[in-house]
């Protein structure tokens, strides 16, 4: 079984961070963004085609482990990372997406969660921050950035496990992020965060009922995804608006980004859809990671044809 196949600790993934970049100094770099509440590194990988001569390149973003339980969302970004760099020569799909855009990888957006499933609560959601004024800890982070902030859909107790945090970006891993966004949204043309589970492929917006301008390009993107994931393996994803096809919840990442600017804005919840939820076994992290794989390429290449 490859190292691929298994969930890993968070020391571990640090390890493999520095080991992929050590061992393709050509084709990634790391990237220190921020850190967490307690103080752990955030660390984005660039992937990018070895010759570059494009100075004014266009990106994708791509996160994963916003909650901590979702573990197959982390596990989708390695997954992920390893595919680019080992069929880059071989698959025509990945040349032309990283041919043409570079890919900004976070793997655990939010560390102190993660170690903490690992270690006290497997079903931990939210990251680690204590206020004063609380016993309970922890911020949902896909609730604290600025798109419609703590309107209906998030809580402003401490103990809620929506809770949308004092202020938007009050969280050190969401403001890491929203930060180095505005720095890079120029060049950022698609965002996707990865989440798990119900099988669904959901674009902005969540925070309200309201359709985004270019609701109907969206749709056929995650449509045509979709599809792919269906005649591949088998499998159903639905899709759409995130306020329609799973409920209104504001602040997340994906309709902040779109709302920034950056218009291809996905929010992929990977397998299952309830039988295993959150604890999806080992066995099935191939077929989860290809399912994600194959809606990823798919949009990537929509966008590439749009830039
Ligand atoms: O509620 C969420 O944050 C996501 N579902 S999960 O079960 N992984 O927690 C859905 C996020 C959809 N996008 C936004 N709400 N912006
Ligand atoms: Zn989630």
Known sequence: ????????????????????????????????????????????????AISTTNTNKKAIWLDCGIHAR???????????????????????????????MDVYVLPVMNPDGYKYTWTTDRMWRKNRSTREDSRCA????NR??????????ASHHPCSEIFCGEFPESEPEASAVASFLRRHKEAVALYVTIHSY????????????????NHAELLSMAKEAAQKIKRYYRNNYKYGAGAETIYLAPGGSDDWA?????KYSFTFELQDRGRY??????????????????????????????I
Request: net charge negative; charged share 20%.
């Open 1 to 48: 079984m490859s190292y691929y196949e298994k969930y890993h600790s968070l020391e571990d993934i640090y390890h493999w961070l520095n080991k992929t970049a050590m061992e393709n100094p050509d084709r990634v770099k790391v990237i220190l963004i921020g850190s967490s509440f307690e103080k752990r590194p955030l660390y984005v990988l660039k992937l990018s």
């Open 144 to 153: 604290n950035f600025d798109a419609n902030w703590c309107t209906e859909g």
């Open 258 to 262: 779109y709302k920034l600017g950056i």
């Open 138 to 141: 922890g911020v949902d982070l």
């Open 198 to 213: 119900s099988q669904m492929l959901l674009f902005p917006y969540s925070c309200t009922r309201d359709l985004t301008e």
């Open 70 to 100: 979702e573990w197959i969302a982390p596990a989708f970004c390695l997954w992920f990372v390893q595919y680019s760099l080992s069929f880059y020569e071989s698959n025509r799909d990945i040349a032309t997406i990283l041919d043409n």
């Open 277 to 306: 939820g959150f604890l999806l076994p080992p066995s099935e992290i191939p077929r989860a990671c290809n399912e994600a794989l194959i809606a990823l390429k798919t949009i990537a290449l929509r966008v590439v044809e749009r």
